[in-house]
């Protein structure tokens, strides 16, 4: 799959334009879901969904081939959904989803959908400090986000997020070297 | 590594943690150094890891079609030229950013091909196209990568660096244009247009 998804994009970076529609058969269901996780409005995500395949093909060009393309397209996707959370003001806090934001680390569906390697890695840190970093990542929450909806000061804040992302560094590059 | 260490940049951006300003400068010089691009990747494979295992969802019906429609316009105008008609190119107007800068000539017609020269006044850009397929091959000879767009209702799309071969079927009323911007750019300066328009 992941070849296949590498080749589709290499094709698209031709002006291929079949190679854009198999793409898009091919994940569109996944970036779907990532887009609606995050967004949590259906014609947001749509709007989003378009978004997300207009840059693909704009990006091909400069697609590095040897590089995981469904995670290029997830980057995207995350990327794309930020955006419109921020540019349209939409705090999930808004929508009632404080508690699980608070804490996606609590959900059982939020922690299962996390890849293995990953999910390990984040649960050697203090569960308080993976939440700050899964906050930051996938609701593009900001420093003071997260001071303000865990009520903490902004710099613990920040140590926080540094220490545990360079633990979550080492971890992951141990995992890579497995 | 300690915990004493500053964040990578690198980190930062693919967190989304950097300032608008410091994200846009990161951004530049992922496109110009290979270490950091290949860094902030680590980080950006690392976290899609996120969503690996979300359930899919299905997408609304018809969100294909309007993908298309904004990259390349409406449907009908995207399809391949029917055999039997001849296609012309027509060199248009040039954009007014450097109106002294476009220069184009048709050198040679061949059959099935022709071959067009740009002066785009930082070097010369060939382009032949396939009059049967609508493919077009492009050759630079400019100081810097020349890029392709193609003219959609909103702005341009992007095709791909002067050298590629494009398969398009350019249809009529297709408006190509060449920038030295590269695909990132969300307000390319245009050095050039091309129309193609069906021969009656």
Redesign the interface.
């Known amino acids: 799959m992941t070849g296949q998804i590498c080749h589709e994009i290499s094709l698209m ?5 079949q190679a ?2 198999r793409l ?1 058969k091919l994940t ?7 887009l ?2 995050i967004l949590r409005d ?1 014609a947001d995500a ?1 709007d989003a ?2 978004n997300v ?2 840059k693909a ?3 091909a ?2 697609f ?1 081939v040897t ?2 393309g ?3 397209l ?2 995207i ?3 794309v959904a ?1 955006d419109s959370l921020r540019q349209s003001r939409k705090r999930l806090d808004e929508d009632g989803e404080l508690d699980m934001v608070a804490d996606p680390t609590r959900s059982t569906s939020t922690i ?4 293995a ?2 999910r390990s890695c984040l649960a050697t840190l203090d569960q308080t400090h993976a939440t700050a ?2 906050q ?3 609701y ?1 929450l ?2 003071q986000d997260v001071a303000d909806t865990l009520g903490t000061p902004l710099n613990t804040v920040r140590t926080w ?3 545990s ?3 979550l ?2 971890c ?1 590059e141990s995992a890579d070297d497995l | ?3 004493d ?3 990578p940049l690198a ?1 930062e951006l693919a ?3 950097l300032q608008e300003d410091e994200a846009h400068k990161a951004e530049r010089r992922r ?1 110009t150094d290979p270490a950091f691009d290949a860094e902030v ?1 680590w ?18 019906k018809g ?2 079609d ?3 429609a ?3 316009g409406a449907p009908d105008t ?1 399809k391949a030229p029917d055999k039997g008609f001849g296609w012309k190119p027509v060199v248009g107007g040039i954009i007014g950013v450097k109106a002294t800068l476009l220069a184009a000539f048709l050198i040679t017609r061949a059959l099935n091909t022709e071959t067009h020269v740009y002066d785009t006044g930082i070097g010369q850009m060939t382009l032949r196209w396939n009059t049967q397929s609508g493919s077009i091959r492009s050759q630079s000879a400019a100081q810097t990568t020349l890029h392709i767009w193609i003219k959609t209702p909103t702005g341009y ?5 002067a050298g ?5 079927p350019f249809a009529s009323g297709t408006v190509l244009a060449l920038s030295a911007d ?3 750019s969300k307000a390319p300066k245009m050095l050039a247009e091309h129309h193609f328009t069906r021969e009656d």
């Open positions: 970076a031709t002006g291929d334009r854009l529609q898009y569109s269901e996944r970036m779907f879901a990532i609606m996780r259906r749509e969904l378009q395949y207009i093909w704009r990006g060009p400069s590095d590089r995981n469904e995670a290029w997830a980057t996707a995350r990327n930020i299962h959908q996390i890849r390697d990953l970093v899964l930051v990542y996938m593009g900001s420093y997020l540094r220490r992302l360079l633990k560094r080492e992951l | 590594m300690t915990s260490q500053p964040l980190a967190m989304g943690l496109a990747w980080w950006e494979e690392r976290l899609a890891g996120c969503f690996a295992n979300l359930p899919p969802q299905k997408a609304p969100t294909y309007k993908i298309e904004r990259l390349f995207a799309s992007y095709l791909g660096n590629q071969k494009l398969s398009l590269g695909p990132l």
